[in-house]
Each structure stands twice: as structure tokens, then as C-alpha cells.
């Protein structure tokens, strides 16, 4: 071999040393740490033990249909499904929610053939990033509900008034991520019960938990004993603990399921049959995620369920205890996320996003969200987001220490304005960007504008800068076209060659 695969190795550690810590619940977002080394020891073993393995094709590589079938039926059970619910492993929660949509999109076109325009697909406006891509990807026209600013909650009627013969999918989430609002999951579905349309539940993140909480059967219905719920989306690399590459799709009724199928049988080579995206993959995440559910077992969940909810309500309850911070709403599953609390003094006030650099510096690294205008003109605030998991328990005392003093570091400091980060850019540039005729970006001219406002060096683009509060500024302030060029640039730019 040209290089040692020990050189090769020592390469790989020295890069991951650069990582943010995947384990011992510094990061809050991204990791889901179980806690528990046998855990990863075992799922790295069952990935090991696949890895020649391709989960095209159940037929050849039998196992893949034996582990599909029983991470399928624990899913089912866990979600209240009965024997009409069907599903599928994929790679993740956009690829559920990618497949819940193109589902849907085929099933409504299968009913309505003569139709030209594109259905749509109603959903509040704090339904995953997922559903934008879903929408851009299958032509659907997103028809998003505003949300009450001051919790992050939709009003059932907010989604149920936008139901029409052109609808082909609402979805609600359980619970959301900006928010963690459990939608009005049983109400939504009556209303697209009665008016034939599909509901897709987003339990990509709560699917996995939800079922074990505490409170659980005290929470609002949200899984397929309500009725009128067509399809539910849920990550085992989230809550399942498994490595990244595991969701579950589960959908009512094997005729709506047999439309997330792709076949063919019309070209030269082997029929294609694939009820996911890809074609050739691996089966590493869903054995990985198989022998977790199995070792864990329900009551490994429910203990897991158990620290996280404990954790999180101690955390709500520092967080809502700090003078200037509030906690958004009504949170609901191990996710919390976190606004300035405007009812004390403007000195007194705490900025999420300078009270999350503030924790980062400390090496708490907390998920920035920027604030958003609604169609109707209200603002949803820029906040931060937790989630919790189960190892966060182990760190819980330091975690609220460095939340409390990171408040106290910057309470009182002024939130970074948008008339700041634009008044940072030249007049011409900015005049330049933001005229209405303004022609797209090339990739030359949006690598020049990163530069001039400083989101690369010398050296190209490359991690993340130290403190993050002006740049989710720039995000609110410049239009999102524009900023969503920028940042393709900025990723598309850190993986070229150097
Ligand atoms: C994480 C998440 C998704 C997207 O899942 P990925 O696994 O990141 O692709 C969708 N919806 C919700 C509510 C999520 O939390």
C-alpha cells in the first residue's frame, strides 16, 4: 500500500481532534449521545459486520429485509400503528419527509389526472427546513400558516381554513425544531380527515422520545391512533441513538405506500425497485440502528427518556430563572429553545445569540436561530436552540453554571442590528446586492463579497468564525435570496480542492 494505514489512521484522529466533541454533551444539536459506550461499541460492530453488504436489494442481501422488517414493526408499535401501517428505513429525516411529499404529490395527482396546476402543501411556518426542499424538489407550492409570535404555536384553524381540493399534504410537527411546539396534531388531521386531504406528522425528532416521556400519556395525541394522521416521519439517529443514516418512514395503508415506490422494468439492465432514494447503499445505519433497538429495548428507551426530560426541566428552569432570557412557549420533548425576555429593562437583557457565543467561548456549543418576519408582519425572534440528551445529565451542573455566567457576561450588551452589519459593507456593495435588478451572483463575485465582509481569509473558507452573533445579523437583515447564495458559496467553497 502506497500510504500505512496507521499514517492514514493517525490523519483521521488528528482531524477529528478539530471536531466539536460528538460525545459528553458539549453540543447541544447535531449529536445524540446515548451515553452509553457499549451502545456505540455495539452499533460500530453490527456496521462492521454489513459493511460489504448493499441495501439495494433485500432479495440478495436477506438480512437487510429481516433487520428493515423488525426496526419497521417496533416503529409501528411505538407510534400506535396497527397492521394498515406500512414502512420504510431511510437515510434520514429529510429523506422521510422528501418521501411523506413525493407520496403524497403522486397520490393526489393519481386523483386528480386532469389538473395542470401544482398542488400544494400547507404546513406552519415552523415546519422543517425539509418540507422547503420537498416542495422545491417534487413542485409543490408551499403554502406556509404564520405562527403566534410570542409561543411559536399555530392555531389549528390557521392550517385547517387553507385545506382545498388542491392540497395533496398538510404536515404538522411532534414536536417542531425551532420551537419544540407540539402542533395540534389530532385537530389538524379531523379537518383533513373530513376534507380527504393527506396529514404527515414530522416526528423526526420527537418519535423516538415522545413515546417514553414521563407525561406521555398526558400529551395531546400526535402518533396513528389519531385518525386522520396519514404518514409519520421518525429519525432513529436522533432519539434511536443510532449512528446518522437511520429514519423511519411509516405510512396508513399499503396503497398510499406502494406511490413512494420508484420501478422500472422498461431499460436494459436489472429492474429497479426502490421505495427510498438511492440505489446501491449501505445497511450500516440500519443494522447499527437494529441491534440498538434491541439492546435497548423499551425500557432502555424509557430510562433514557426519563434523564432527558429530567434534564430538561432543570434546564428550563435555569434558563427561565436568568434575568433578561425566556424560554419560547410551551416546549414539548427534550428541545428547548431560547429568546430575550423583552418585559425587563433593555440593560437587563440578555441576546441569545451573544449569550450563545458566550457559552461557546466556554466550549458549550448551543444552535443560533435567526429571527424571521411572517407574512402577516409580526417577527418570530432570534433564539437559541437546546436539545437535551441523555448525557446531558452527567454535565448538568457545569452546563447551568456556564448558561448563567455567559448571561452575565454580556446581559445588557445590545443585540448585533441589522443597520451595524450593514453599515459594516461598503454603500456601493450593499447598494450593488440589494437593488431589485440586481443580476444572480456568479460564483466569482459571491466569493469576492464573502471575502469583503469577512466570512473568509486569506486561506478560503474554512470553519466556522469565533463568534457568530453578526453573521445571524447578516442573515436577518439581507434578503434571503441573497444570503442563501452566499452561504452555498461558503459551503461549496470548504470542500473544493485546495
Ligand atoms: C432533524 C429533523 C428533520 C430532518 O432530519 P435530518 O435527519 O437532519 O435530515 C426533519 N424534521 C424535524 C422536526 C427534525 O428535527
Not at 459486520?49 to 433485500?58: F, I, K, M
Not at 386523483?111 to 425539509?130: C, D, G, Q
Request: net charge negative.
Amino acid at each position: 500500500m502506497k500510504t500505512d494505514p496507521r499514517d492514514v489512521l493517525r490523519r483521521l484522529d488528528d482531524l477529528r481532534a478539530a471536531d466539536a466533541p460528538t460525545h459528553g454533551g458539549h453540543v447541544l444539536s447535531y449529536v445524540y449521545d446515548s451515553g452509553l459506550a457499549e451502545l456505540d461499541e455495539l452499533a460500530a460492530a453490527a456496521m462492521r459486520a454489513v459493511q460489504s453488504v448493499n441495501g439495494l436489494d433485500p432479495t440478495t442481501f436477506t438480512s437487510v429485509a429481516v433487520m428493515e422488517r423488525e426496526v419497521v414493526g417496533f416503529a409501528r408499535e411505538l407510534l400506535g400503528g396497527d397492521e394498515n401501517v406500512v414502512g420504510t428505513v431511510t437515510s434520514g429525516g429529510t429523506e422521510s419527509c422528501l418521501l411523506a411529499v413525493k407520496t403524497a404529490r403522486d397520490v393526489w395527482r393519481a386523483a386528480n389526472p386532469e389538473t395542470s396546476v401544482a398542488p400544494r402543501l400547507v404546513a406552519p411556518v415552523t415546519v422543517h427546513a425539509a418540507f422547503r426542499k420537498a416542495a422545491h424538489y417534487f413542485g409543490l407550492r408551499l403554502d406556509l400558516a404564520d405562527v403566534d409570535p410570542a409561543t411559536g404555536a399555530v392555531a389549528a384553524s390557521a392550517l385547517s381554513e387553507r385545506l382545498g381540493p388542491d392540497v395533496a399534504l398538510v404536515v404538522v410537527s411532534a414536536p417542531s425544531y425551532p420551537f419544540a411546539g407540539l402542533d395540534p396534531v389530532a385537530e389538524v388531521a379531523a379537518a383533513c380527515a373530513a376534507a380527504g386531504v393527506a396529514c404527515h406528522v414530522d416526528a423526526c425528532i420527537g418519535g423516538w422520545v415522545l413515546p417514553f416521556w414521563p407525561d406521555a400519556a398526558h400529551l395531546a395525541p400526535w402518533d396513528f391512533r389519531v385518525p386522520g394522521v396519514s404518514s409519520i416521519s421518525a429519525d432513529v439517529h436522533k432519539f434511536g441513538y443510532a449512528p446518522k443514516g437511520a429514519s423511519v418512514l411509516l405510512q396508513r395503508g399499503r396503497d398510499r405506500q406502494r406511490a413512494q415506490y420508484f420501478a422500472t422494468t422498461g431499460w436494459p439492465g436489472y429492474p429497479v425497485v426502490n421505495p427510498t432514494m438511492l440505489g446501491s447503499k449501505s445497511a450500516g445505519p440500519l443494522a447499527a440502528a437494529w441491534a440498538i433497538i434491541q439492546a435497548l429495548g423499551h425500557e432502555g428507551f424509557e430510562q433514557r427518556a426519563f434523564s432527558c426530560a429530567r434534564s430538561t426541566a432543570a434546564l428550563a428552569e435555569t434558563i427561565g430563572a436568568i434575568e433578561g432570557l425566556r424560554v419560547v412557549g410551551a416546549p414539548v420533548g427534550p428541545l428547548l429553545a431560547v429568546a430575550t425576555d423583552e418585559a425587563v429593562d433593555a440593560a437587563r437583557r440578555v441576546d441569545p445569540h451573544h449569550w450563545a457565543d458566550q457559552a461557546r467561548a466556554a466550549g458549550w456549543y448551543l444552535q443560533q436561530q435567526p429571527g424571521l418576519a411572517q407574512a402577516d408582519g409580526t417577527r418570530l425572534p432570534r433564539t437559541t436552540h437546546l436539545t437535551i440528551t441523555p448525557v446531558t445529565e452527567r454535565v448538568l451542573g457545569d452546563l447551568s453554571a456556564a448558561l448563567v455566567r455567559a448571561a452575565d457576561d454580556v446581559r445588557g450588551v445590545p443585540p448585533v442590528s441589522a443597520e451595524s452589519v450593514l453599515g459594516a459593507l461598503p454603500a456601493e456593495l450593499l447598494g450593488e446586492l440589494t437593488r431589485a435588478d440586481a443580476p444572480p451572483l456568479d460564483a466569482q463575485s459571491a466569493f469576492a463579497v464573502l471575502t469583503r465582509i469577512g466570512l473568509v481569509g486569506e486561506e478560503g473558507a474554512g470553519a466556522q468564525p469565533e463568534r457568530m452573533a453578526p453573521f445571524l445579523a447578516l442573515i436577518e437583515a439581507l434578503p434571503h435570496a441573497l444570503t442563501e447564495r452566499l452561504l452555498t458559496e461558503l459551503l461549496a467553497r470548504a470542500v473544493e480542492p485546495r
